[in-house]
């Protein structure tokens, strides 16, 4: 790794999927840039996201019959955020999203699944995932890019301040060298001096507990997240500091269809998301009952689990492992997923009435026949199939901290606005950090999207002379 330097025009704040595309523009376009990355290897939390892209309009739609567009994407996301998010800002996400898919894809050579998978809250299969069903694939490929460009994404550096010159004009960061996570040591301090631009792209703060109690109270230690353990505040706080305006702080997401017997992300969303959600049901192990459209949005999922106080039995039957044709051996192996011959020994497992639970079963595949949901309105998928064949899978579903909607406001073109309403001199920022493009929910698959979208305006713009 080369020395850091003193500085550079352009200074990106973090190095995941937002901030590794910023440096490509920025450095496309002709300016010096630096990514200063406060782990000792690369990637945040982008590099454990499961790498689902949401793109309307594609090839891979247009062959699979999936009639979508910009506007449709732009509802969806307006509906799930219960408009709260800022329209200029998902519009224009869902406007360049089909670029954003285009330049993973023909620009970094990220392959993609000919697959295209429906998430909770959208109206159409958008979702487009990358071979190897993670975001690793991806930060790969713009390392890649970045190293063919010259660009040095130094690890191990803890930005510790965002510095400004007596206009208010941000000129900066200050920097521990040599910073080790697991014991908190950090080297020396340093200037680094920033020519025309910092971009902040430092993430979420899923795993900043004080910082997100402070939200939202009832997220404390006892509800887990998905999230890297260093996915924290620091930087946000910092671009506070320095007037950004706070958006959304306390709109927290949670995951609801992990597994509370496994830490981090785990293996079991592959299961819970991609087969029962589709393709089977979610019943409260106490009644034996449905509670929830299992195809609803994160957020509705969420409250619905946290109302009952205590984890859902999400269910599936071998047609619809089958039919949802994703690899959830790993969940089998380290017995997230569980299998049972019968709903009998499935029941009996989880305490649930038998009597209520074939009911509510019953009820169910009588739901799949008549292609209806009168109890809550499941948008069923096409090749939805009656539970009814054996091995029956069965996981605990409890919700987990995993993405957080609010952070610092910015505009279309990704400057950082001042709590005064104007933009910060000098600072933009990108992908997690920044509020209002999700509002109340974000749906999933669209935050690689915006990643991607703006990570890749910020640098164009920070590396624009006169704009910055
Ligand atoms: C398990 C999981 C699965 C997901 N799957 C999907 C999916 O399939 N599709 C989708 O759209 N979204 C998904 N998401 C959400 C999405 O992955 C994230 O929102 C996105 O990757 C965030 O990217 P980012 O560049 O903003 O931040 P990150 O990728 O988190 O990168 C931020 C970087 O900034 C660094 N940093 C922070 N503070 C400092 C500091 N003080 N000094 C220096 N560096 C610092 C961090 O170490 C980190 O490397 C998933 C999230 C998780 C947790």
């Known amino acids: 790794m080369p020395e850091l330097k003193k500085s550079a025009d352009v200074i990106i704040i973090g190095a995941g999927f937002a901030g590794l595309a910023a440096a490509i523009e ?7 840039v630096i990514v200063l990355e406060k782990m000792k290897a690369a990637g945040g939390n982008s590099v454990i996201s499961d790498g689902c892209l949401a793109a309307p309009q594609t090839e891979a739609q247009k062959a699979a019959g999936i009639e979508d567009s910009p506007e449709l994407m732009y509802n969806d996301m307006i509906k799930a955020g219960e408009g709260l998010n800022y329209p200029a800002l998902v519009e224009t996400v869902t406007e360049k999203a089909k670029e954003a898919y285009l330049w993973s894809k023909e620009y970094l050579g ?8 429906i998430f909770g809250g959208h109206s159409v299969a958008r979702c487009h995932t990358s071979t190897s069903v993670a975001g690793l694939d991806l930060v790969k490929k713009q390392l890649k890019r970045l190293k063919d460009l010259s660009v040095p994404v130094h690890t191990g550096i803890y930005v510790k301040k965002i510095s400004t010159d007596n206009s208010g004009r941000v000129n900066g960061v200050i920097v521990y060298e040599g910073y080790q996570y697991k014991n908190g040591t950090a080297g020396p301090e340093k200037k680094i001096q920033a020519n025309q631009a910092v971009i902040i792209a430092s993430g979420g703060f899923g795993s900043d507990i004080p910082f997100r109690q402070a939200q939202d109270p009832r997220l404390d230690c006892s509800i887990l997240s998905t999230n890297k353990l260093f996915a924290t505040a620091e930087v946000l706080k910092e671009g506070l500091a320095v007037g950004a305006n706070p958006v959304h702080l306390s709109r927290i997401q949670l995951f609801p269809w992990a597994s509370p017997n496994e ?42 689990l946290m109302n009952l106080g205590h984890p859902a ?11 949802a044709g994703w690899d959830i051996s790993r969940a089998l192996k380290k017995g997230i997923v569980k299998t049972f011959t019968s709903l009998d020994s499935l029941a009996e497992h989880f305490d649930i009435d038998i009597e209520n639970f074939k009911k509510s079963i019953d009820r169910f595949n009588d739901m799949i026949k008549n292609g209806w949901d009168d109890d809550y309105q499941k948008p ?15 996981m605990e579903m409890w919700p987990k901290v995993h993405y957080t909607m609010g952070g610092i406001q910015i505009d279309a073109s990704a400057r950082v606005i001042h709590r005064n309403q104007h933009p910060i001199p000098g600072l933009y920022a990108a992908g997690e950090v920044t509020g209002g493009i999700h509002g109340a929910c974000r749906l999933g698959s669209c935050a690689i999207t915006e990643c991607l979208v703006m990570g890749r305006i910020a640098g164009k713009n920070a590396a624009a002379p006169g704009l910055s």
């Open 26 to 32: 920025a450095a496309e376009a002709g300016a010096s």
């Open 110 to 117: 990220v392959k993609y699944l000919d697959r295209i998978d």
């Open 263 to 304: 830490k981090g992300f785990g293996a079991g969303p592959r299961f819970g998301n991609y087969v029962v959600l589709p393709h089977g049901l979610i019943v409260d192990p106490k009644t034996g009952a449905r509670f929830v459209n299992e195809l609803c949005n994160r957020k509705e999922m969420g409250e619905a």
């Open 313 to 323: 039995v999400g269910i599936a039957d071998e047609n619809g492992v089958v039919t």
């Open 380 to 394: 069923l998928v096409k090749e939805a199939s009656p539970v009814i064949t054996p091995p029956f899978y069965a």
